[in-house]
């Protein structure tokens, strides 16, 4: 039997921590919805391989805010062109080299997160985790109007504490 994980003076199952990922990570995004920076005009769509289900399966990071995108950039994946032509027909679809780099690059640090777990159980799993890595990440980057006044190492910490109250 592993032991729990022991952080900061709490002592916790590994199982539970997956349990509180995958029932508040929504709930976390929605609370913080309304105080997000508005988006701009340009959107970047990519894919990762991960194993969920026992096999490996592309995760598509989709186009999800009200603001129709004048430009999306993607990869050269031969379904993009497609898709975006169905979901906004009047943005400019641009598949320059290494114009996608800066999501490219953020793939790292999921697939980091990911290793270790050794794939996932379901389909479902992996978008929440995706989801949540992502918001975390966004959080850091300064995209939300939480905890900006908080010094950079607790900034993720008040950010959750604030979000708590919320939801």
């Known amino acids: 039997m592993e032991e729990p994980l022991a952080e900061r003076?709490?002592?916790?199952?590994?199982?539970?921590?997956?349990?509180w990922v995958q029932r508040f990570t929504p709930e976390f995004i929605e609370a913080a919805r309304p105080r997000r920076h508005a988006p701009g005009d340009r959107r970047f769509v990519d894919?990762?391989?991960?194993?969920?289900?026992?096999?490996?399966?592309y995760l598509y990071r989709a186009l999800?805010?009200?603001v129709v995108p004048v430009e999306v950039t993607t990869d050269r994946a031969p379904v993009c062109p497609r898709v975006l032509d169905e979901l906004v027909p009047s943005a400019l679809h641009t598949v320059e080299q290494h114009a996608n780099n800066p999501v490219e690059a953020g793939h790292g640090r999921?697939?980091?997160?990911?290793?270790?777990?050794r794939g996932l159980k379901r389909h479902r799993s992996a978008r929440i985790l995706a989801a949540g890595h992502a918001?975390?990440?966004?959080?850091?980057r300064g995209h939300y109007d939480i905890a900006a006044e908080a010094?950079?190492?607790?900034?993720?910490?008040?950010a959750f504490d604030d979000l708590a109250l919320t939801i």
């Open 135 to 140: 918001f975390v990440q966004n959080l850091r």
């Open 47 to 57: 894919k990762t391989y991960v194993r969920a289900a026992g096999r490996w399966t």
């Open 110 to 117: 999921l697939k980091a997160r990911l290793r270790p777990m």
């Open 9 to 19: 003076g709490v002592a916790v199952d590994h199982v539970t921590v997956y349990r």
């Open 151 to 158: 010094p950079g190492r607790h900034s993720l910490r008040t």
């Open 64 to 66: 999800r805010t009200g």
